[in-house]
Protein backbone atom coordinates (compact mmCIF):
# COMPACT_ATOMS: atom_id res chain seq x y z
CA UNK A 1 0.00 0.00 0.00
CA UNK A 2 2.86 2.46 1.01
CA UNK A 3 4.84 1.64 -2.72
CA UNK A 4 1.09 2.80 -3.94
CA UNK A 5 0.82 5.50 -2.48
CA UNK A 6 4.42 6.86 -3.09
CA UNK A 7 3.23 5.91 -6.91
CA UNK A 8 0.35 8.30 -6.92
CA UNK A 9 2.56 10.91 -5.49
CA UNK A 10 4.38 11.49 -8.51
CA UNK A 11 0.79 12.12 -10.48
CA UNK A 12 0.27 15.24 -8.43
CA UNK A 13 0.16 18.43 -10.83
CA UNK A 14 1.88 21.49 -9.84
CA UNK A 15 -0.21 24.71 -9.17
CA UNK A 16 -0.64 26.41 -12.23
CA UNK A 17 1.32 29.91 -12.50
CA UNK A 18 0.77 32.55 -14.60
CA UNK A 19 2.02 32.96 -18.09
CA UNK A 20 5.19 34.81 -18.97
CA UNK A 21 2.49 37.44 -21.09
CA UNK A 22 1.67 39.08 -18.08
CA UNK A 23 4.73 40.89 -18.31
CA UNK A 24 3.92 42.58 -21.42
CA UNK A 25 -0.25 43.14 -20.48
CA UNK A 26 -1.31 47.19 -20.08
CA UNK A 27 -4.44 45.76 -18.72
CA UNK A 28 -2.51 44.10 -15.55
CA UNK A 29 -0.14 47.08 -15.53
CA UNK A 30 -1.92 50.16 -15.37
CA UNK A 31 -3.68 49.13 -12.59
CA UNK A 32 -0.87 48.10 -10.57
CA UNK A 33 0.89 51.02 -11.17
CA UNK A 34 -1.65 53.41 -9.85
CA UNK A 35 -2.39 51.36 -6.70
CA UNK A 36 1.30 51.30 -6.34
CA UNK A 37 1.25 55.41 -6.52
CA UNK A 38 -1.60 55.81 -4.17
CA UNK A 39 0.00 53.34 -1.89
CA UNK A 40 3.28 55.94 -1.93
CA UNK A 41 1.66 58.86 -1.93
CA UNK A 42 -0.72 57.56 0.90
CA UNK A 43 2.42 56.35 2.91
CA UNK A 44 5.43 58.01 1.18
CA UNK A 45 4.90 61.22 0.11
CA UNK A 46 3.55 63.02 3.67
CA UNK A 47 7.34 61.40 4.93
CA UNK A 48 9.46 62.78 1.72
CA UNK A 49 7.21 66.08 0.90
CA UNK A 50 6.47 69.04 2.89
CA UNK A 51 3.02 68.41 3.37
CA UNK A 52 0.73 70.17 6.19
CA UNK A 53 -0.24 67.92 8.70
CA UNK A 54 -3.72 66.85 8.78
CA UNK A 55 -5.14 68.86 11.76
CA UNK A 56 -4.45 72.17 13.58
CA UNK A 57 -5.40 74.26 10.92
CA UNK A 58 -5.51 77.82 11.17
CA UNK A 59 -8.80 79.31 10.74
CA UNK A 60 -8.23 81.93 8.97
CA UNK A 61 -6.97 79.66 5.66
CA UNK A 62 -10.55 77.98 5.97
CA UNK A 63 -12.87 77.11 3.04
CA UNK A 64 -9.55 77.86 0.67
CA UNK A 65 -10.59 76.86 -2.32
CA UNK A 66 -8.74 74.20 -4.41
CA UNK A 67 -5.33 75.84 -6.37
CA UNK A 68 -4.68 78.59 -3.38
CA UNK A 69 -1.19 78.69 -2.27
CA UNK A 70 0.19 76.19 -0.59
CA UNK A 71 -2.91 74.06 -0.68
CA UNK A 72 -3.49 72.29 -3.80
CA UNK A 73 -6.94 70.91 -2.76
CA UNK A 74 -8.53 73.58 -0.46
CA UNK A 75 -8.93 73.37 2.91
CA UNK A 76 -11.60 72.65 5.38
CA UNK A 77 -13.87 74.46 7.80
CA UNK A 78 -11.02 74.35 10.11
CA UNK A 79 -8.45 75.53 8.08
CA UNK A 80 -6.86 71.76 7.28
CA UNK A 81 -5.20 71.23 4.25
CA UNK A 82 -7.51 68.75 2.65
CA UNK A 83 -4.87 67.18 0.50
CA UNK A 84 -2.87 66.35 3.59
CA UNK A 85 -6.27 64.83 5.26
CA UNK A 86 -7.16 62.59 2.00
CA UNK A 87 -3.36 60.72 2.56
CA UNK A 88 -3.69 60.12 6.11
CA UNK A 89 -6.92 59.05 5.58
CA UNK A 90 -5.86 57.28 2.99
CA UNK A 91 -3.58 55.28 5.37
CA UNK A 92 -6.56 54.17 7.32
CA UNK A 93 -8.77 52.73 4.76
CA UNK A 94 -5.43 50.41 2.96
CA UNK A 95 -5.11 49.20 6.76
CA UNK A 96 -8.48 47.91 7.41
CA UNK A 97 -8.95 46.97 3.75
CA UNK A 98 -5.90 44.89 3.42
CA UNK A 99 -5.70 43.98 7.27
CA UNK A 100 -9.43 43.24 7.20
CA UNK A 101 -9.52 40.72 4.00
CA UNK A 102 -6.20 39.37 5.64
CA UNK A 103 -7.43 38.41 8.73
CA UNK A 104 -10.89 36.51 6.78
CA UNK A 105 -8.58 34.61 4.08
CA UNK A 106 -6.89 33.55 6.93
CA UNK A 107 -10.03 32.56 9.79
CA UNK A 108 -12.10 31.39 6.87
CA UNK A 109 -9.70 29.91 4.69
CA UNK A 110 -8.61 27.94 7.39
CA UNK A 111 -12.03 26.72 8.19
CA UNK A 112 -13.18 26.02 4.38
CA UNK A 113 -10.00 23.21 4.32
CA UNK A 114 -10.74 21.91 7.41
CA UNK A 115 -14.55 21.39 6.55
CA UNK A 116 -13.66 19.97 2.89
CA UNK A 117 -10.94 17.65 4.54
CA UNK A 118 -12.83 16.80 7.49
CA UNK A 119 -16.33 16.15 5.92
CA UNK A 120 -19.09 14.74 8.49
CA UNK A 121 -19.99 16.82 11.24
CA UNK A 122 -16.97 18.97 11.33
CA UNK A 123 -18.16 20.33 7.49
CA UNK A 124 -22.02 20.19 8.76
CA UNK A 125 -21.08 22.44 12.38
CA UNK A 126 -18.47 25.13 10.72
CA UNK A 127 -20.62 25.70 7.27
CA UNK A 128 -24.29 26.06 9.45
CA UNK A 129 -22.42 28.13 11.93
CA UNK A 130 -21.00 30.48 8.80
CA UNK A 131 -24.45 30.22 7.05
CA UNK A 132 -26.11 31.79 9.96
CA UNK A 133 -23.41 34.92 9.68
CA UNK A 134 -23.69 35.31 5.89
CA UNK A 135 -27.36 35.25 6.43
CA UNK A 136 -26.95 39.21 8.30
CA UNK A 137 -26.80 42.21 5.77
CA UNK A 138 -23.20 42.22 5.53
CA UNK A 139 -23.13 46.67 6.18
CA UNK A 140 -25.64 46.34 9.02
CA UNK A 141 -23.91 43.32 10.82
CA UNK A 142 -20.44 45.28 10.42
CA UNK A 143 -22.13 48.41 11.85
CA UNK A 144 -23.45 46.15 14.77
CA UNK A 145 -19.99 45.09 15.73
CA UNK A 146 -18.10 48.33 15.01
CA UNK A 147 -20.60 49.58 17.39
CA UNK A 148 -20.25 47.43 20.14
CA UNK A 149 -16.75 47.09 19.90
CA UNK A 150 -16.43 51.22 19.52
CA UNK A 151 -14.95 53.45 16.81
CA UNK A 152 -11.34 52.73 16.50
CA UNK A 153 -9.30 51.35 13.69
CA UNK A 154 -8.50 47.85 15.25
CA UNK A 155 -12.12 47.54 16.00
CA UNK A 156 -13.28 48.48 12.55
CA UNK A 157 -11.08 45.46 10.83
CA UNK A 158 -12.55 43.07 13.49
CA UNK A 159 -15.57 43.97 12.51
CA UNK A 160 -15.21 43.60 8.40
CA UNK A 161 -13.23 40.90 8.83
CA UNK A 162 -15.67 38.82 11.15
CA UNK A 163 -18.50 39.28 7.86
CA UNK A 164 -15.64 38.35 5.28
CA UNK A 165 -15.19 34.78 7.05
CA UNK A 166 -18.03 32.99 5.29
CA UNK A 167 -17.33 33.58 1.65
CA UNK A 168 -13.27 32.59 1.88
CA UNK A 169 -14.74 29.77 3.73
CA UNK A 170 -17.01 28.61 1.43
CA UNK A 171 -14.46 29.60 -1.54
CA UNK A 172 -11.92 27.13 0.11
CA UNK A 173 -14.04 24.42 1.15
CA UNK A 174 -15.30 24.39 -2.31
CA UNK A 175 -11.84 24.27 -3.86
CA UNK A 176 -11.09 21.64 -1.10
CA UNK A 177 -13.84 19.13 -1.76
CA UNK A 178 -12.70 19.60 -5.79
CA UNK A 179 -9.22 18.26 -4.94
CA UNK A 180 -9.95 16.14 -1.97
CA UNK A 181 -10.26 12.71 -4.26
CA UNK A 182 -7.31 13.01 -6.67
CA UNK A 183 -4.78 10.89 -7.10
CA UNK A 184 -2.20 13.06 -4.93
CA UNK A 185 -4.32 13.55 -1.91
CA UNK A 186 -5.41 9.89 -1.99
CA UNK A 187 -2.07 9.03 -1.79
CA UNK A 188 -0.88 11.26 0.92
CA UNK A 189 -3.73 9.60 2.83
CA UNK A 190 -2.47 6.10 1.93
CA UNK A 191 1.09 7.39 2.65
CA UNK A 192 -0.27 8.06 6.52
CA UNK A 193 -0.01 11.62 6.29
CA UNK A 194 -2.19 13.74 8.86
CA UNK A 195 -4.98 15.73 7.60
CA UNK A 196 -2.54 18.88 8.77
CA UNK A 197 -0.19 17.53 6.48
CA UNK A 198 -2.32 16.84 4.02
CA UNK A 199 -3.93 20.15 4.28
CA UNK A 200 -0.57 21.97 4.39
CA UNK A 201 1.47 20.06 1.91
CA UNK A 202 -1.22 19.57 -0.76
CA UNK A 203 -4.50 21.90 -0.15
CA UNK A 204 -3.08 25.19 0.93
CA UNK A 205 -0.92 25.16 -2.63
CA UNK A 206 -3.74 24.40 -4.76
CA UNK A 207 -6.67 26.67 -2.77
CA UNK A 208 -4.25 29.58 -1.77
CA UNK A 209 -3.78 31.49 -4.79
CA UNK A 210 -8.02 31.70 -6.02
CA UNK A 211 -8.35 33.01 -2.20
CA UNK A 212 -5.56 34.94 -2.94
CA UNK A 213 -7.14 36.62 -6.42
CA UNK A 214 -10.75 36.82 -4.59
CA UNK A 215 -9.26 38.30 -1.39
CA UNK A 216 -8.03 41.24 -3.82
CA UNK A 217 -11.57 41.49 -5.81
CA UNK A 218 -12.56 42.06 -1.82
CA UNK A 219 -9.95 44.48 -0.80
CA UNK A 220 -12.14 46.88 -2.58
CA UNK A 221 -15.22 46.51 -0.95
CA UNK A 222 -13.52 46.50 2.62
CA UNK A 223 -12.60 50.21 1.62
CA UNK A 224 -16.01 50.96 0.19
CA UNK A 225 -17.21 49.67 4.06
CA UNK A 226 -14.55 50.78 5.86
CA UNK A 227 -15.53 54.58 4.38
CA UNK A 228 -19.30 53.75 5.11
CA UNK A 229 -18.60 53.14 8.26
CA UNK A 230 -16.89 56.11 9.19
CA UNK A 231 -19.54 58.43 7.12
CA UNK A 232 -22.20 56.68 9.47
CA UNK A 233 -20.00 57.65 12.29
CA UNK A 234 -19.37 54.39 13.51
CA UNK A 235 -15.63 54.10 11.90
CA UNK A 236 -12.10 55.88 13.53
CA UNK A 237 -12.42 58.20 16.28
CA UNK A 238 -11.89 61.72 14.82
CA UNK A 239 -9.76 63.93 14.72
CA UNK A 240 -7.93 61.25 12.62
CA UNK A 241 -9.07 61.49 9.05
CA UNK A 242 -10.69 59.00 6.94
CA UNK A 243 -12.29 59.45 3.17
CA UNK A 244 -15.61 58.36 5.14
CA UNK A 245 -15.35 60.49 7.55
CA UNK A 246 -14.31 63.46 4.94
CA UNK A 247 -17.06 62.57 3.22
CA UNK A 248 -19.37 63.27 6.16
CA UNK A 249 -18.43 65.88 7.60
CA UNK A 250 -18.44 67.70 3.86
CA UNK A 251 -22.03 66.62 2.56
CA UNK A 252 -23.35 69.56 4.94
CA UNK A 253 -21.50 72.07 2.77
CA UNK A 254 -21.43 70.33 -0.41
CA UNK A 255 -23.23 73.68 -2.33
CA UNK A 256 -20.62 76.14 -0.57
CA UNK A 257 -17.36 73.84 -0.87
CA UNK A 258 -18.03 70.77 -2.70
CA UNK A 259 -14.03 70.31 -2.75
CA UNK A 260 -14.25 68.79 0.46
CA UNK A 261 -16.41 65.93 -0.53
CA UNK A 262 -15.75 65.27 -3.97
CA UNK A 263 -11.80 65.17 -2.69
CA UNK A 264 -11.82 62.10 -0.55
CA UNK A 265 -14.30 60.65 -3.23
CA UNK A 266 -11.94 60.72 -5.77
CA UNK A 267 -9.30 59.07 -4.09
CA UNK A 268 -11.39 56.19 -2.70
CA UNK A 269 -13.10 55.60 -6.03
CA UNK A 270 -9.74 55.26 -7.96
CA UNK A 271 -8.15 53.25 -5.31
CA UNK A 272 -10.99 50.64 -5.76
CA UNK A 273 -11.04 51.18 -9.47
CA UNK A 274 -7.24 49.78 -9.43
CA UNK A 275 -7.86 47.08 -7.31
CA UNK A 276 -10.72 45.70 -9.13
CA UNK A 277 -9.15 45.73 -12.24
CA UNK A 278 -5.74 44.68 -10.77
CA UNK A 279 -7.79 41.82 -9.04
CA UNK A 280 -9.99 40.64 -11.65
CA UNK A 281 -7.24 41.02 -14.49
CA UNK A 282 -5.51 37.86 -11.82
CA UNK A 283 -8.11 36.03 -11.80
CA UNK A 284 -8.66 35.83 -15.27
CA UNK A 285 -5.21 35.09 -15.68
CA UNK A 286 -5.72 32.29 -13.05
CA UNK A 287 -8.07 30.34 -14.96
CA UNK A 288 -6.69 31.10 -18.59
CA UNK A 289 -2.57 31.02 -17.75
CA UNK A 290 -2.00 31.67 -21.88
CA UNK A 291 -3.95 34.52 -21.73
Given at each position: ?????????????????????????????????????????????????????????????????????????????????????????????????????????????????????????VDVVIMRVLDIILAFPS??????????????????????????????????RANTLRIRNQLFVVAAR??????????????????????????????????????????????????????????????????????????????????????????????????????
Open positions: MVTLASELVSTEEPPRRLSRRWRYSLRLWIPLTGLVLMLAACFLAPLVLHIDPPNGGLLTQAWLPPFSAGHLLGTDGLGNDVLSRCLYGGRVSFEVGFSSIGLGLIVGGTLGMVAGIKRGILVLAMAVASYLGPNERDVIFAIAFFTIPAFARLALSGQKDRRIISGHVVPHVLPRLLTFGLLTVGIAMIIEAALDFLGVGVRPPQPSWGAMMAAGQPNLSNAPWILFAPACFLFLTVVCINLLGDELRARWEDPER
